[in-house]
């Protein structure tokens, strides 16, 4: 029996949405990163050498009750999805590495799968960019690129329908839920949604829902055109945090000498973001909206972090409140469970305890029922 929570309404109703959290596979060793940054890194590594960069600036984000898990354990899975219920989050979104074949951080999502266990809903989104020394997705200093072609698209596909078919995977309108961090970088997107579609056809399954990300400013069309059903907004918006850093310091920043272009940090209040970000206008296409509790990159960026300031639990409640509220959409996003590298994190940590998540937990609480519906999704 699937959990009634993976089955989520495009159109909320009189519900309240489902909230699922993004979750980052990186906190156990692989040998793709002994090789490349040391023996035993996981993002660990990344948080604990991070110290503050100007007065007030929170930093290391150093964890709370989970402490530095290893994501082998099955009892640190287990914890992760006990809290994560207890506070209303109803899913997490893994994080998926696939590369021509070449799967990487994978054996949480395996484990999950193969031992049924947590009771969880998630889905996967596929995190599509070159790795790289500069954490960017960029190009310089690859470690491993992405290789794009139709016999690929063909196997990852036929992979896909495998995870698909588990009994707690999300599903809008009784397809499989599947996102796409970078859909820009796919050379023919429509040949690859349309594969997809046909594997799971194939398989018995419903085609898939499929959703890419707004995360780069290459990313912001419409989504239709790519083969995708919709999009989700990606939080923090570099769009908003790129104008605000070029339009209203650029000018300052030039007249002391310095070249905006090339900064050591940008920094932005957190109210800022959120206050934009509820003002966006509406696109003609399914957009599903993303709230995060804060944003500090600094742990992997030696120079040109993004860092939001000022970021509490009540004011991540306030912009989570109002976003929810403002939805017509059955599903809303965090950014993230777990990006401790990215200071972007709903677990507790050593400053605020469980403070995000109660928080979280009181907006949830404050509305209606779920829009979900209790019936397990229909093959063909």
Not at 81 to 93: K, N, P, T, V, Y
Not at 221 to 238: C, H, I, N, S, Y
Not at 286 to 292: A, I, M, P, S, W
Request: net charge positive; charged share 25%; proline share 8%.
């Amino acid at each position: 029996m699937s959990h009634p929570l993976t089955e989520v309404r495009l159109r909320r109703g009189n519900g309240r949405p489902t909230f699922l959290a993004f979750y980052l596979p990186q906190f156990h060793p692989i040998p793709e990163n002994d090789e490349w940054w040391g023996p035993g890194f996981t993002e660990w590594v990344n948080v604990v050498a991070a110290r503050p960069r100007f007065r007030g600036h929170y930093q290391p984000h150093l964890p709370g009750e989970l402490g530095f898990y290893d994501l082998r354990l099955r009892e640190t899975r287990l914890a992760q999805a006990s809290l994560a219920a207890e506070h209303r989050i109803d899913g997490f979104c893994y994080y998926h590495y696939w590369f021509n074949g070449r799967r990487l951080l994978n054996r949480p999502l395996d484990e999950i799968r193969r031992l049924d266990e947590p009771d969880l809903p998630f889905c996967l989104c596929w995190a599509n960019e070159n790795w790289t020394r500069e954490w960017d997705g960029m190009n310089r200093s690859v470690l491993l690129a992405q290789q794009y072609d139709e016999d690929d698209d063909r196997r990852h596909g036929r992979w896909l329908t495998e995870v698909f078919a588990d009994r707690r995977y999300i599903h809008v309108d009784g397809r499989p839920l599947f996102l796409v961090y970078r859909a820009s970088l796919l050379p023919d997107p429509r040949r690859t949604t349309d594969i997809w579609r046909s594997e799971a056809t194939r398989a018995g399954l419903p085609e898939p829902f499929l959703c890419r990300v707004e995360s780069m400013l290459t990313d912001r069309t419409d989504p239709r055109k790519l083969g995708f059903d919709a999009a989700v907004e990606f939080q923090p918006d570099w769009k908003v945090l790129t104008n605000f850093y070029r339009k209203r310091l650029g000018k300052l920043l030039r007249r002391m000498g310095f070249n905006p272009q090339e900064p050591r940090d940008r920094r932005l209040l957190y109210t800022s973001l959120a206050s934009t970000a509820l003002g966006k206008a509406v696109p003609d296409w399914v957009r599903f909206t993303t709230v995060t509790p804060s944003w500090d990159n600094s742990p992997r960026r030696k120079r040109g972090a993004f860092i939001l300031e000022q970021s509490t639990p009540a004011l991540y409640g306030e912009w989570l409140a109002s976003a929810a509220a403002a939805t017509p959409y059955g599903l809303l996003f965090i950014n993230a469970w777990n990006e401790w590298g990215e200071g972007c994190h709903l677990e507790p940590d050593r400053r605020w305890g469980s403070g995000y998540l109660e928080a979280h937990r009181q907006v949830v609480d404050s509305l209606v029922a779920p829009a979900v519906a209790h019936a397990a999704p229909q093959a063909g």
